[in-house]
């Protein structure tokens, strides 16, 4: 029996997403590695993200992954996201708010 494998999704809902995960991450990484350009596991989360990102099954009708039913990331990525999310939400409004704001409509 062979494997369905599922096309790559990369229409401009999971792009948005991805937008907001790299600059969450390059926020998080920014302001805790203190470091101009992310770090090897900041950078190793976020290959991760656009993986899981590129494989969603919901595609346009996405949401925000607190509210997915499928929980898709491995655990260790998803306890290292939600570190990420809740050091830089807040940071987000003042760096980016209008992604902030964004963001939050999609809750």
Known sequence: MATMKRALNNGPVIQKEKEMVSKMIGLYCKKKHHSAELCEECRELKEYAFLRLSHCRFGEE???????????????????????????GPWMLLYHPVYSVKHLLNK
């Open 62 to 88: 996405k949401t925000a992954c607190s509210n997915c039913s499928i929980h898709c990331y491995k655990p260790v990525y998803r306890e290292r996201m939600k570190s990420v999310m809740r050091f830089s």
